[in-house]
């Protein structure tokens, strides 16, 4: 049952036209569109088709949601096999679906004022960088336009959520998924370890064995992903997810403590370094955010846990760690030689020279610079660089874009968004009078800070696989908290 048909109504015929367009700009802008055709052509009609008969009167409301799981979990596999990506088509499909959840979201905002302080920076971060673009002499239309484009999927992403999973059996699918996927991660895992030569020649097409530096496993996890930090990603959000809900709700704690410590062993399978430290710190900054919860034992737990994890992290990571830093220029009078460090170094330089705007939209660090404006690159040199001409690296994190593009000012505004935009679902968290309600607010809310940790060397906001589940459980959060309001007033 949905919660408001009128809107849904309205969006009805755009949805059709959205879904249409998504797949033709999706193909058209594909390099490999005459092979994507031919391998997922048919899966797309009938994605299409389904779709349309679900919006003339269908019962079942669950397809978007079938869609979604399918986009995120299901593409990285078909690289594996392939080699081919469409992860495009999941991105243009969630900038037309966004539009799609934009009455719910508006509505949304007008009840939350955290939330609309959180779209109010945003807001203003996006006219900074719109008159950067204007004022720093380097507009370029298509650059400027595909960077504003992107810059909305984070909210796009929440309002999609909110069109896509409201209604009640949307938490049933979720939970099935979250209960049984460990399976199939731990299947991978092992397949991977044990017979490395018959796994990377099935599912090699993209990825290949990635060596643990520290000697510790057999080579960094992939699993059922194209790399290790995507298995990492997916593992530390069901962590995060599985321990919000066995904090928030003590008649399933036991089953998902377990399902946490279980998924946590597959993120330090992945040996991802950032994405442990920040989960670890995650599902220790709930047991002392959540509601309710006074000093306990668990939180004496938590504690001896820290005394004990860190110094293991700091022992088994630590050596790998120092190497690295050498590579950022720390502690050495060295060249920077990260490819992330030198766009750190680029943006922070941008920033200076056209302080105090930024170089605006479409200028470094972001989608738009990368497919249709180089020129600024070239100007900070980075035509020298080895990694440059394969383009690698350069949309593999995030805080530059916002550096160089936005200026300092639009950097701390757009910090200061997602900040904002956590504390937005903690203090939902802590207000919500469900226990399943506050756990996916508490969970969303760590979320985006885990996010924020995560994108000082990760696409976070910008790769729609990253910021998926936070979005998603700040829809469900909304819906279980109104539908648990809405069976008190009857």
Same mark, same amino acid.
């Given at each position: 049952m949905m919660f408001f048909n009128d809107d849904f109504k309205i969006t009805r015929p755009l949805t059709v036209l959205a879904l249409l367009g998504s797949v033709v700009v999706a193909l058209a802008s594909s390099v490999q569109a005459l092979s994507a055709l031919m391998l997922f052509g048919p899966f797309l009609a009938l994605v299409l088709m389904f779709t349309i008969w679900y919006l003339h009167g269908a019962k079942s409301g669950n397809l978007f949601i079938y869609i979604s799981l399918v986009c995120i979990l299901g593409l990285p596999f078909a690289l594996k096999l392939t080699g081919i990506r469409l992860f495009g088509l999941w991105q243009i499909a969630l900038v037309f679906g966004g539009l799609l959840g934009v009455p719910l979201f508006i509505r949304h905002v007008k009840d939350q004022p955290w939330l609309l302080a959180s779209c109010i920076l945003f807001g203003i971060y996006t006219c900074w960088a719109m008159l950067s673009s204007m004022l720093s002499g380097r507009f370029n239309f298509w650059a400027f336009s595909f960077q504003f484009i992107s810059n909305l999927k984070p909210l796009l992403l929440i309002s999609f959520s909110l069109f896509a999973w409201d209604r009640l059996s949307?938490?049933?699918?979720?939970?099935?998924?979250?209960?049984? =996927?460990?399976?199939?991660?731990? /299947?991978?895992?092992? =397949?991977?370890?044990?017979?490395?030569?018959?796994? =990377?020649?099935?599912?090699?097409?993209?990825?290949?064995?990635?060596?643990?530096?520290?000697?510790?496993?057999?080579?960094?996890?992939?699993?059922? =992903?194209?790399?290790?930090?995507?298995?990492?990603?997916?593992?530390?959000?069901?962590?995060?997810?599985?321990?919000?809900?066995?904090?928030?709700?003590?008649?399933?704690?036991?089953?998902?403590?377990?399902?946490?410590?279980?998924?946590?062993?597959?993120?330090?399978?992945?040996?991802?370094?950032?994405?442990?430290?920040?989960?670890?710190?995650?599902?220790? /900054?709930?047991?002392?955010?959540?509601?309710?919860?006074?000093?306990?034992?668990?939180?004496?737990?938590?504690?001896?846990?820290?005394?004990?994890?860190?110094?293991?992290?700091?022992?088994?990571?630590?050596?790998?760690?120092?190497?690295?830093?050498g590579t950022w220029g720390v502690g050495t009078i060295s060249e920077i030689s990260h490819p992330r460090a030198q766009q750190y170094s680029a943006a922070f330089s941008i920033a200076n020279t056209y302080f105090p705007f930024g170089s605006g939209l479409g200028t470094f660090g972001g989608a738009g610079a990368v497919r249709f404006d180089l020129g600024l690159y070239y100007e900070m040199g980075f035509g020298n660089y080895w990694w440059f001409g394969k383009q690698d690296f350069l949309l593999d994190t995030y805080w530059p874009n916002s550096i160089a593009e936005g200026g300092w000012i639009g950097f701390t505004l757009l910090l200061l968004h997602y900040v904002v935009l956590g504390l937005y679902a903690i203090k939902n968290s802590r207000a919500a009078s469900n226990s399943l309600s506050a756990s996916y607010w508490l969970f969303a809310g760590l979320g985006v800070w885990f996010l924020i940790a995560n994108a000082f060397s990760s696409p976070a906001f910008q790769d729609p696989r990253l910021y998926f589940w936070v979005a998603m459980a700040m829809a469900l959060a909304h819906f279980t908290g109104q539908r648990t309001s809405h069976e008190q007033k009857t």
């Open positions: 949307a938490q049933k699918i979720l939970w099935s998924l979250v209960d049984n =996927f460990i399976w199939i991660l731990l /299947a991978f895992i092992a =397949f991977e370890w044990i017979f490395p030569g018959a796994y =990377f020649s099935v599912f090699g097409a993209y990825s290949g064995l990635s060596n643990d530096s520290n000697g510790i496993f057999p080579s960094r996890a992939v699993g059922p =992903f194209e790399h290790p930090s995507f298995l990492a990603s997916v593992s530390s959000c069901f962590a995060m997810l599985t321990a919000a809900r066995a904090i928030c709700q003590p008649e399933n704690r036991l089953k998902y403590s377990i399902l946490a410590v279980v998924y946590t062993v597959c993120l330090l399978c992945s040996v991802q370094r950032q994405e442990l430290v920040g989960a670890f710190a995650a599902i220790f /900054a709930m047991l002392f955010l959540a509601k309710n919860i006074k000093w306990s034992a668990w939180h004496m737990f938590a504690v001896i846990c820290s005394f004990i994890i860190v110094p293991c992290l700091v022992m088994l990571f630590g050596g790998d760690v120092y190497r690295e830093a």
